[in-house]
């Protein structure tokens, strides 16, 4: 094991996580010594978890409804499904992905965590396409949006949401698939800040909703903080 060490976490991140705040801790001891030996996150992360992974993750959380079940598309390391497990026990977290030893990884964590409402699935997206019937869908860092787009709403049930955390490239990122995603069955999307009172930690989301059966008409992107809500 690494001498890596969690940085004691900042106060904004003791008001965020509240009573929730050990096991994030936990986690996060995890991902500094664990994930960095095992190569699912840099070495030079580990100062800079809190904000850039940890709270950057729990702030996406305002955007998901109460009891859904969220599938985390490439999962990795567990941002930010691991994340939203702990943070919303009313959620049900599905972590798609479709490497063993990333797998593996995911195992212990929940096991470590002893978190009941996540499950970690192994395979790729694209084989759990129109399967899936998820309510959220969420992805991080995963692949550009002409790619991932096509990966993640089919997993969604009819009127479910697509969430790409893309920081500042969202706005770019969005654009490039625009004009394909009313045939996907989108009936609204744009980009949407999370996390403003955050500083750092603060992200610029691609949000995109799906319509009922049949819906295909879709709204103009709309490419500011407070996104397109349908």
């Not at 002893?114 to 992805?139: I, K, P, Q, S």
């Not at 550009?144 to 490239?169: S, T, V």
Request: glycine share 12%.
């Amino acid at each position: 094991m690494l001498d890596a060490k969690l940085p004691v976490p900042p106060e904004a991140a003791v008001a965020l996580f509240g009573s929730a705040l050990p096991l994030i801790q936990q986690y996060g001891e995890f991902l500094a010594d664990a994930g960095v030996e095992r190569g699912l996150i840099g070495p030079r992360e580990v100062d800079r978890l809190w904000e850039r992974h940890l709270m950057n993750c729990a702030a996406v959380s305002e955007l998901i409804p109460d009891g859904a079940h969220v599938v985390d598309v490439g999962s990795g390391a567990g941002l930010p499904g691991v994340v939203l497990a702990v943070t919303r026990p009313d959620l049900k977290v599905t972590l798609l992905e479709p490497l063993l030893r990333r797998t593996v990884f995911l195992d212990e964590c929940l096991d470590a965590l002893e978190l009941e409402n996540a499950e970690v699935l192994r395979g790729r997206a694209e084989d759990w396409a129109n399967r899936m019937g998820a309510d959220v869908v969420t992805a991080r860092a995963v692949a550009p949006m002409d790619r991932l787009a096509g990966w993640c709403l089919p997993l969604l049930r009819r009127g479910g949401r697509m969430l790409a955390l893309k920081g500042e490239a969202a706005a770019e990122e969005l654009e490039t698939v625009a004009g394909e995603l009313a045939r996907l069955g989108a009936k609204s999307w744009g980009v949407v800040e999370v996390g403003g009172d955050l500083g750092s930690a603060a992200t610029h989301v691609i949000r995109i909703d799906l319509g009922p059966a049949g819906l295909r008409t879709a709204r103009s992107v709309r490419r500011s903080g407070g996104g397109t809500h349908g």
